[in-house]
């Protein structure tokens, strides 16, 4: 018979399960009374983190389209590190929402396991290389109220795909090569690398001008100087892994060959229009006025830019282009329809290059056709510009856009006026150049106290030569200081600095000589050719200084020029007007002053006060006229005196006339070097009446 337990061994069990049951109440009863703890929370989430155990080391994860951990390392290895604005990558810890710089490190040779950012720009020398266009879903304006959030999410996908097909097209079709990529939410990029670097704010202006041509893209990586761009080949906040959505060697092959300088040029023409509407944003009655201001492009031919860029002509139109033939019914006669075809193609954007390379390959043999004439074999060479500045002026509404780019007044031709394409290009590069030149210490410490005068002269300068459509231009020191708010004795001894430099950025021509001012060439000098080739300025009217900086004073000008309808940080504004943080800000409290600039939310800007009223409130405007004035009689004293010199040379000497002999020319011709240009122009010395009164 077996035997009974005994009766402490069979109560044992009983007494150790009931304090474990009494152990576990008492821990139920603790933590339900436990005050609640934010050590394990993550604000703003009601799961857990996207970036748990599901991404392993070493364990392939499957992410969107099929693609892999191991495609998108092999995307971080050729795009990555060639496209990062400095080695340094940003990582978050927290999911993907911040991106601090305190969490900045060296950029590493794998992608790290949590979403990261490489910088677009340099700081240091606030240039960039990289034009990051980021397609955002939530921004394509794909939004319907009502929907459910997942098919907002696919229509906006659908809609970023589109967009980044269009601009791929659109880089393709200029000659440049771009990288693109993909994340798991749908959202897009397509970088384009350059070869040389940007300066920030041309970068900057131009992905807002194509924000605005493609709603998705999202301008705010190019924002400031310290903008980020999560590369290819990084981790997406929601699991997945960004990766190229070109093939793997057309990638590298965009990575390790840049785009050149034309493809830039291309892309400032093709967004021109939106370029300008970016910079002076503007709504209602002057909405239509402002897209249809004409421009001049390299070839100096008024052009009419168009919000998205160049159209195609209506079927019709294109169809008399093609073959000659119109209908009687719409244009009487070939002039009327030849006319119709040219007012379309300028309405629509096209330049005068591009109508004139259609017809050399003969798609526009009928265009052609239209202007043909036995009698007269260069009939379209010479009717094609005329009627070409006809329609440009009566869609943009100037009414002296045929000589739109000179002034009023009539200047004696330069020696070399040339009137080929080149010319304004070579002025527009030089307008660069001498931007080029206010970043070079060596220049700017030559130029010393005077560099803001210098500045002023080289911009009246600029202004000066595409008045007279030539880069050899010949304005007297006068007139010069008329457009620099400068003295006209400042702006000789400038001129004289900026011609004896090293490597100038002007050459001396010819001098004085009775009434012909000092001519100079402007020269681009060799050490900014390379930069000049990228930094090419838009084209359009170049303005020197307006006389309200007179009482402003030339500093504030330099620094109204870089402010625009966007807002930028004072850092920002010195960086881009080329002067010193301290005199960048007193030149700012002084427009805030005078209304001339506003401090928002976004950092500086341009104030709603027009100059022309800061010049009147300020006494400037009625110095000016001063200066107008009292220039006008020393030209006149110097047109009398040159009247009695011709005459003098023409009656005998004598001791009773009181002259010098004339009959050496040498000696006549020293006494007449006064920078004078015509008879419009004529500068020479203050009459004894113009001192007195000055």
């Excluded at 070869?195 to 001008?209: G, I, K, N, Q, Y």
């Excluded at 080739?533 to 309200?548: M, Q």
Aim: proline share 7%.
């Amino acid at each position: 018979m077996p035997k009974a337990p005994a009766r402490g061994a069979a109560a044992q069990p009983n007494i150790r399960s009931s304090a474990l049951r009494a152990e576990g109440r008492q821990t139920e009863n603790a933590r339900s009374n436990r005050k609640p703890t934010t050590v394990a929370t993550v604000t703003g989430r009601t799961v857990s983190s996207p970036l748990s155990p599901r991404d392993t080391p070493d364990v392939t994860q499957p992410v969107p389209d099929g693609l892999s951990r191991a495609a998108a390392e092999a995307s971080w290895h050729a795009v990555t590190p060639l496209i990062a604005g400095t080695p340094h990558v940003r990582t978050s810890k927290d999911g993907g929402r911040t991106y601090p710089a305190r969490w900045a490190g060296p950029l590493p040779a794998e992608p790290p396991q949590q979403p990261c950012t490489v910088a677009v720009y340099d700081p240091g020398s606030g240039t960039g290389r990289l034009l990051a266009l980021d397609l955002d879903p939530s921004r394509a304006g794909c939004d319907v109220d009502g929907a459910a959030a997942g098919h907002r999410r696919e229509r906006g996908a659908a809609a970023v795909g589109r967009q980044a097909a269009e601009l791929g097209q659109l880089l393709e079709r200029l000659g440049g090569r771009y990288v693109a990529d993909v994340a798991p939410s749908g959202g897009r990029h397509v970088l384009v690398l350059f070869a040389a670097a940007l300066p920030w704010l041309e970068l900057r202006d131009l992905v807002r001008a194509i924000a605005l041509r493609y709603p998705a893209v999202d301008p705010a990586p190019h924002a400031s100087l310290g903008g980020q761009i999560s590369p290819p080949g990084s981790r997406h906040k929601s699991g997945g892994w960004r990766v190229l959505s070109t093939p793997l060697e057309e990638a590298r092959e965009a990575a390790e060959h840049p785009c050149g300088p034309e493809v830039w040029a291309r892309l400032l023409t093709e967004f021109a229009a939106e370029l300008r509407q970016a910079e002076q944003p503007v709504t209602g009655e002057t909405l239509f006025h402002r897209e249809s201001l004409a421009e001049l492009d390299d070839t100096g031919a008024p052009w009419v830019p168009r919000l998205g860029g160049r159209a195609p002509l209506s079927a019709e139109l294109e169809h008399v282009a093609r073959t000659g033939r119109w209908d009687r019914s719409h244009y009487a006669g070939r002039s009327e329809a030849r006319m119709a075809v040219v007012g379309a193609a300028v309405a629509r954007g096209w330049q005068l290059a591009d109508v004139r390379a259609a017809v050399a390959t003969g798609t526009w043999k009928g265009l052609a056709g239209l202007y043909a004439r036995r009698s007269e074999p260069g009939r379209l060479e010479r009717l094609l510009p005329a009627e070409w500045r006809k329609c440009a002026g009566k869609i943009s509404g100037e009414e002296n856009v045929r000589q739109w780019h000179t002034s009023d007044l009539s200047t004696r031709p330069p020696v070399q006026e040339s009137s080929s394409s080149a010319e304004y290009g070579l002025i527009r590069q030089w307008l660069t150049a001498i931007l080029c030149a206010a970043e070079d210490p060596e220049r700017v410490k030559g130029w010393g106290r005077r560099a803001v005068a210098v500045r002023l002269v080289l911009l009246a300068l600029g202004q000066a030569a595409m008045v007279s459509g030539s880069s050899v231009v010949e304005f007297g020191t006068r007139n010069l200081a008329l457009h620099s708010a400068l003295s006209h004795r400042t702006v000789s001894r400038v001129l004289r600095i900026l011609r004896d430099e090293p490597d100038p950025l002007i050459d001396l021509v010819s001098l004085r000589r009775m009434a012909r001012a000092d001519r100079y060439a402007l020269r681009i000098p060799a050490r900014y050719a390379d930069s000049v080739r990228w930094r090419r300025r838009r084209a359009g009217r170049i303005d020197a200084a307006h006389p309200a900086f007179l009482a402003l004073g030339g500093t504030s000008a330099l620094v109204y020029q870089v402010l625009d309808q966007a807002g930028a940080r004072g850092a920002e504004v010195a960086r881009a007007a080329r002067l010193s943080a301290s005199a960048t800000a007193a030149a700012l409290r002084v427009l805030a002053e005078h209304g001339l600039a506003e401090r928002g939310p976004g950092g500086w800007r341009r104030g709603p006060v027009a100059l022309a009223d800061v010049a009147e409130s300020t006494g400037a405007a009625d110095l000016q006229r001063e200066r107008e004035e009292r220039y006008r009689k020393d030209r006149e004293s110097w047109r009398a005196r040159l009247r009695q010199y011709q005459g003098a040379r023409q009656l005998p000497v004598s001791a009773r006339d009181g002259w010098w002999s004339l009959d050496d020319g040498d000696e006549y011709d020293e006494m007449c070097r006064w920078p004078v240009l015509s008879d419009d122009f004529v500068r020479g010395p203050p009459s004894a009446g113009a001192r007195e009164s000055a």
